[in-house]
């Protein structure tokens, strides 16, 4: 099992900047796709942002240019660098940890609140 803790969300004024963390722990290893989420209100959750343990990185169309996902392996720990928020970034941002062979290795942190003020 892989055990995720997202931290870093809070409420920033249009145009700032915030950071996300996410901290992993247990067998992360077996995981092999690393990904951020969101889900705003009355909405399904969706892609963000996903980062290979290689280090390949993909982004949705609405936040390429303004995000930027990362991980540091010899922490565990993978980052979204949130720039130039939009009112429409609010929601809450969820890390995700699974691998692509295996549909049943698929874990989620608690969440956390961003919120974007205009």
């Known amino acids: 099992q892989v055990q995720l803790v997202e931290s870093g969300g809070g409420l920033v004024q249009a145009g700032g900047s915030l950071r996300l963390s996410c901290a992993a722990s247990?067998?992360?290893?077996?995981?092999?796709?690393w990904g951020w989420y969101r889900q705003a209100p009355g909405k399904q959750r969706e892609l963000v942002a996903t980062?290979?343990?290689?280090?390949?990185?993909v982004y949705v169309n609405d936040v390429r240019g303004r995000f930027a996902i990362s991980r540091d392996n010899a922490k565990n720990t993978m980052y979204l660098q949130l720039n130039s928020l939009k009112p429409e970034d609010t929601a809450v941002y969820y890390c995700n940890a699974r691998n692509a062979y295996v549909t049943s290795w698929n874990y989620w942190g608690q969440g956390t609140q961003v919120t974007v003020s205009s």
């Open positions: 980062i290979s343990s290689g280090g390949s990185a």
């Open positions: 247990g067998s992360t290893s077996r995981s092999n796709t």
